[in-house]
């Protein structure tokens, strides 16, 4: 397996624990999506928000998108609901996975994007700044996850994707949503 080809799996991994979470998320009365809760953001609501604009934000940067740091003066949009929330993470999501696989072997992890930040652009090798999106992404979903357990909806098992046991497991949960 070559880095390409793990960092395709880690976005498909991306965007089905994404989908699995506020899958469960959107069962949630909007009192409990939106309540007031520890963590480094102050609900599950906000919390899947960021990991949200977050992606959007390098997403862009990976693809040269020019948007930039001028997405933030943009008023932000929030999702009412978990279910619209699901809607637009799965559109990134799948624009992340198609960027993942049109590159062009590992030698492409090296090229450089520049990535818009307050003091200028910062020029980040593509192969890090994928590292530190999924990162960022199990990071704040865990978060959301541990708040999940507060509410009367079960977390769901987000760790079962890669093994061929895996497979077979979310075979049996899809059967059962």
């Known amino acids: 397996m070559n880095a390409c080809h793990l960092l395709v799996r880690m976005a498909e991994n991306n965007a089905w624990a994404n989908e699995t979470l506020l899958g469960a998320c959107a069962r949630l009365t909007d009192d409990d999506y ?36 001028a997405m933030y003066d943009e008023p932000d949009p929030t999702f009412e609901r978990a279910a619209q929330l699901a809607d637009a993470q799965r559109t990134v999501d799948r624009a ?15 090229e450089l994007v520049p990535v818009p930040r307050r003091h200028g652009d910062e020029p980040e090798r593509i192969g890090d700044l994928l590292a530190h999106l999924f990162q960022h992404q199990v990071h704040h979903r ?30 049996r949960d899809a059967k059962k949503s």
Do not use: C
Request: charged share 25%; glycine share 8%; hydrophobic share 45%.
């Open 34 to 69: 939106r309540a007031k809760r520890t963590s480094f953001f102050p609900s599950i609501k906000a919390t899947l928000e960021h990991n949200y604009w977050v992606d959007v934000y390098y997403l862009d940067a990976l693809q040269r998108g020019g948007r930039g740091r």
């Open 142 to 171: 865990g978060q959301a996850h541990a708040m999940l357990a507060g509410t009367p909806v079960p977390p769901p098992q987000l760790d079962e994707f890669f093994l061929a046991e895996d497979t077979r497991a979310r075979a």
């Open 96 to 110: 992340l996975i198609a960027f993942v696989a049109s590159l062009k072997g590992d030698a492409a992890l090296d």
